[in-house]
Structure formats: structure tokens, C-alpha cells
């Protein structure tokens, strides 16, 4: 077997290319817990845009009115993938999905109805006549509506072949592009995936018309193996995530899917167009705004996948890094680096090491992250890229609030009542609250709200360590909703209490933020 990528046969015709296919904001917020707001829906589909994704699913628009709002917005503003928009097999989601992207450059309604024998019994209750019908009608609806129609088979793994060759058969005589044959539940085997997708192909007389596609979950495991697979079968899109992000156990990760392809071209001679360069930087996006974290062991973009402890791999290592590396972290945007930073470093090493990492911060702003960084060295025995990036993204988010955190003092632990003195400085004048609360962070957030009065819910409160050991930065994320609007803060500091004041005041100044802007269009 050889990983040498350079050497391994290349794609021979277009036949080969595998687009990739990003729901991550629509299949991906569906997991529990990870819902974004349209600023951060944007963000996310601007960057895939950027890194060569080919179609991005903005969202499900008949869901809510914040859906529908979401892929218009990410439909107005997308310049090279297909965006798509959701549609069960109704005639009303399927106009409101149409509505939605009909602003995009390449608009696509993807439409899907069940076809297993478990769901038509218990969910839809139809028969299957009944759902042959319904799939010519909505497809040939959404055809009308746009050129670019996605249909897909909920749970066609547990369908018979026969009649998913029917309901196929159909859905490519009334118009559809793209037939996605989904395994919903992450029920199939790749050996079963592979099969399924070369009998279709086989049997169906104008497979030829339409692009398959595959889209797998992970209850098994076997997320992208099975999506490969399919793509073994005769595949060309791949349904995916990134990180893995979905319902129940996720579905297959995006950049699994690139780099698997990338780096064994020797056993899949196929390509993407994603820039995998890019790779770390979306993940550590959606990481912060879904507030999941990524697992310390995650392929690819995990913290650990190019680290090294044993000493068995440092010594292989420092001889030839392909030892134990069958992919250069700069491939997928990892950056390597030989500066070991500590209290004793200088400027000169810390705007480096900042480079390194992909910032470039002005005079004023590199003496104040330089500072920042000296009195996290003084309390930590080290100091990792991670912590680094944390100080610089904490600096950067806050540099332009109105209210900053000056000084804070907090009485906590099972004597007495818990309580918070903070000190806020409002354009350079100090204002210092007292207060008591349920615990010390509830104090903390109380003698805020003395300061900056506001009606807003806290919905999220999050704590992660930035790195290991007791000494590690915590990093806070913070989520207050009013009226409708939602915003998100996030802190760093080797205090949890100090980061929690941070990130609540960070929410807080974009609150302020958003009532300017409201008031001033009200005006």
C-alpha cells in the first residue's frame, strides 16, 4: 500500500469528480442543541463558499420564518456553489422552498419523501402507489419552479430494490437531477451501500440523466465509509457535514470525506473541489457557533490529530515524518511551527509565532495581546498555540465594545452568600456594582445587569477548557435572547470566573449593539 499521494494515479475524466454536498446548516443544526442565528448561518456559508463547496443545503424554509429568512439571505450571497432549500413532498413546502433561493445564482429545491415499508406503514400511511404518485406530482412542481431538482428516498436502505427502482424510475421522468438515495437511519453496511447503488444504476433505464448522491448517518460508525462506498456504487455527490455535525450520532464528516479521497487516490481515483487548506478553520468555525466541541481524537481537525507523546513516534517523527503521518498537517490548515512560547519569550518570537498562526494585529493591538500573553505565561507552566489563539480572538472580539471588564472580585463556597464586585469601564469611566446570586457567576451576571440594565433570558452557559492540565485557559460561551434577538459572547482566561464576565459583557455589548441599530432604523 503506498500514501505517497503524489505518485498514485490521477483522475482520468469528469466522470471521477465528486461534488460535495454541505448541509451542515440545515441537517447539521438540526442536532439538539446546535442552532445558529442567520450572522452565524452567513458566516458558515460564506467561508464553505469560499473553500470550493459545491452545493450548500441553507436550510428546511417552510420550518420557521427564521429558516425561510436564512437561505434568502445565504442565497443572495453566494457566488459559486448551488444553494439549496429543503422541501418535504407537499405542494406548499415545496413553493415556499422556491421561494426562498429563487435569488440564488444556482438555486436548487431539494424535495424527499419516505419510501421504506416502516415509514410508509407508521409515518406517511400511504401505499405505495399512493407515494409513486405523490413523487411525479412534487417533482415535476419543483421542476417548474427551477431547473435544479434534488429528489431524495428517505430510509431507502430499508426499501426493497424493486420498488426504489420504481419511485427512482419516476422521480427521473418527472425532472429530477440529482437522485439522493440516503441511509436515514445509518442502518447499511459499505458492502450493502456499494450493491444498492450498482443494482439502481443497473435497473433503472435513464439512471444516466441524474447524478447520484449519497447521504449517511453514523449510528454505526459508518457514516463515511458507507458514503465512499456509494461513491465506489457510482455516486458522484456526497451528502455531508462539517465535523460530523446531525441528528443522533452525526452524519458523515466533510472532512473525512476530502481527505480520505485526497490522501488514497490509489484506491479512490476521484477528486473534490474543496480547498482542504481551509479544513481547520471551518471546523473551528462551526465549532464555535453550534458551541459543539470538536473531540480531542477527531480525524482530521481534531486537537490531536497531528500531535505526538509516545516516545516511540517522537523518534520516528524527528527522522522522516512520514512514519507516522500519511498527511501534512498544512494540507488541511494545521500549522506547524517550532516556537515553544513561555514567559520568557519576546516580541519578536510572539509576532512570529502570531503569523504563524494566520494574524497580523497592528502596533497597538500586538502590545496589548503581547501584554496579555506575559501574564499568561506567568501562570501557566505552558503555553500552547491553542491558549494563543484563544488570547488573540478574546482580544479581538472585545476591542471594539463600549463595556469592558476593568476588575473583578468574587466571594464564593459553602460559608455564606455568594457575591461579585465588578468594576466596568464604559468609554474610560469606571462604574463598580456589588451583588449576591444563586452561586458566583450568577453574582457576577446580577452586578452586570446593575450596570447595564436589560431584559434578555440567558438560554446558554458553557464552559470548555482551551487546553489540558488545571492551569488551562477556560473559555466560556454565553447566549442571551430578548425580544427575538439572540446574540452569543464568548470569554478566555485562566479565571472561569473572569472569562464568564467576559463573555456575559461580550453578549451584553452586541445586545446594546443590536438596539442602537433597531432604534436608529425605527428613527
Known amino acids: 500500500m503506498t500514501t505517497d499521494t503524489q505518485t498514485a494515479p490521477a483522475p482520468t475524466s469528469d466522470k471521477d469528480r465528486v461534488k460535495i454536498f454541505d448541509t451542515t446548516l440545515r441537517d447539521g ?64 413546502d415545496i413553493a415556499r422552498a422556491g421561494e426562498a433561493v429563487r435569488h440564488a445564482e444556482q438555486p436548487r429545491i431539494h424535495t424527499f419523501v419516505s419510501t421504506s415499508p416502516i415509514h410508509l406503514a407508521h409515518q406517511m400511511r400511504k401505499s405505495e402507489d399512493e407515494v409513486v404518485d405523490i413523487i411525479q406530482a412534487t417533482v415535476a412542481q419543483a421542476r417548474n419552479l427551477v431547473e435544479d431538482v434534488e429528489w431524495s428516498a428517505m430510509d431507502a436502505t430499508r426499501t426493497s430494490i424493486e420498488y426504489l427502482c420504481r419511485c427512482v424510475d419516476q422521480a427521473i421522468k418527472a425532472g429530477a437531477t440529482t437522485i439522493n438515495l440516503p441511509d436515514t437511519v445509518g442502518y447499511a453496511t459499505p458492502e450493502e451501500y456499494e450493491a444498492m447503488f450498482r443494482d439502481i444504476r443497473e435497473r433503472v433505464p435513464d439512471s444516466d440523466k441524474a447524478v447520484f448522491s449519497v447521504h449517511c448517518h453514523d449510528d454505526l460508525g459508518l457514516a463515511v465509509a458507507n458514503s465512499l462506498a456509494g461513491v465506489k456504487g457510482g455516486a458522484r455527490q456526497v451528502e455531508c457535514t462539517i465535523n460530523g455535525l446531525g441528528e443522533r450520532a452525526g452524519n458523515a464528516s466533510l472532512e473525512e470525506i476530502v481527505m480520505a479521497i485526497k490522501t488514497r487516490a490509489d484506491a479512490m481515483p476521484y477528486v473534490t473541489g474543496v480547498n482542504s487548506q481551509m479544513l481547520m478553520r471551518a471546523s473551528r468555525l462551526v465549532s464555535a457557533v453550534s458551541a459543539f466541541p470538536v473531540q480531542y481524537n477527531k480525524a482530521i481537525v481534531g486537537k490531536n490529530a497531528f500531535a505526538h507523546e509516545s516516545g516511540i513516534h517522537q523518534d520516528g517523527m524527528l527522522k522522516n515524518t512520514e512514519t507516522y503521518e500519511i498527511m501534512r498537517p498544512e494540507d488541511v490548515g494545521v500549522k506547524e511551527t517550532s516556537l515553544v512560547m513561555g514567559k520568557h519569550s519576546g516580541r519578536h518570537a510572539f509576532r512570529e509565532k502570531l503569523a504563524s498562526l494566520g494574524y497580523e494585529l497592528g502596533d497597538n493591538a500586538l502590545e496589548d495581546a503581547f501584554r496579555r500573553f506575559k501574564d499568561l505565561a506567568d501562570k501557566k507552566k505552558h503555553v500552547f498555540d491553542e491558549d494563543i489563539e484563544a488570547l488573540v480572538e478574546d482580544e479581538v472580539a472585545t476591542a471594539g465594545e463600549a463595556v469592558k471588564l476593568a476588575a473583578l472580585t468574587v466571594i464564593a463556597g459553602t460559608g455564606g452568600p455568594q457575591r461579585a464586585t465588578i468594576t466596568l469601564d464604559i468609554d474610560g469611566r469606571h462604574e463598580t456594582r456589588e451583588a449576591s446570586g444563586d452561586g458566583p457567576v450568577d453574582a457576577i451576571f446580577n452586578a452586570i445587569k446593575m450596570v447595564i440594565d436589560h431584559n434578555a433570558t440567558l438560554t446558554l452557559y458553557q464552559v470548555g477548557a482551551v487546553t489540558q492540565g488545571t492551569d488551562a485557559q477556560a473559555e466560556v460561551s454565553v447566549r442571551l435572547e430578548e425580544a427575538g434577538k439572540v446574540v452569543t459572547g464568548r470569554g478566555a482566561d485562566t479565571d472561569t470566573m473572569v472569562a464568564s464576565a467576559k463573555a456575559y459583557l461580550s453578549a451584553v455589548n452586541k445586545l446594546t449593539l443590536k438596539r442602537e441599530r433597531l432604534h436608529a432604523q425605527a428613527v
Open 29 to 92: 443544526e438540526q442536532c439538539p442543541g446546535a442552532s445558529m442565528t442567520l450572522d452565524e448561518k452567513l458566516q458558515v456559508a460564506e467561508l464553505l463558499d469560499e473553500m470550493g463547496v459545491d452545493i450548500i443545503e441553507a436550510g428546511f424554509p417552510i420550518a420557521s420564518n427564521g429558516d425561510f429568512e436564512a437561505v434568502v439571505e445565504i442565497a443572495k450571497r453566494v457566488e459559486n456553489a448551488v444553494v439549496a432549500g429543503l422541501a418535504r413532498a407537499i405542494a406548499g
